[in-house]
Nanobody, 122 residues
């Protein structure tokens, strides 16, 4: 069983940084595709970043500012967010895909965390 659990959300000033963590159980964690999505009020859930065994992927809106990484020994994925903007404000969700799928499609993921609020003030 896999149950992603996010942490690290909070309130930060524009231009600041925040690091999100997502712990996911499973001895086969190294084989999971791990993704980050976000949803702002009144908007659809959107892809932010993903990491497979060998590649990383980013939405255009966060390229150069966000970095996704993973520590397979700790079964944890991270999202380092730098140069934060007010438009980054959203609930951020961590998700795991146990089988091959398109990383930017939310419905491809099998397990989801509860979400963590990120608020960027101007």
């Amino acid at each position: 069983q896999v149950q992603p659990v996010e942490s690290g959300g909070g309130l930060v000033q524009a231009g600041g940084s925040l690091r999100l963590s997502c712990a996911a159980s499973g001895r086969t964690f190294r084989t999971y595709t791990m993704g980050w999505f976000r949803q702002a009020p009144g908007k659809e859930r959107e892809f932010v970043a993903a990491i497979t065994g060998g590649n990383t992927y980013y939405a255009d809106s966060v390229k150069g500012r966000f970095t996704i990484s993973r520590d397979n020994a700790k079964t944890t994925v991270y999202l380092q967010m730098n140069s934060l903007k007010p438009e980054d404000t959203a609930v951020y969700y961590c998700a795991a895909d146990l089988s091959y799928g398109l990383v930017y499609r939310a419905y491809e993921y099998d397990y989801w965390g509860q979400g963590t609020q990120v608020t960027v003030s101007s």
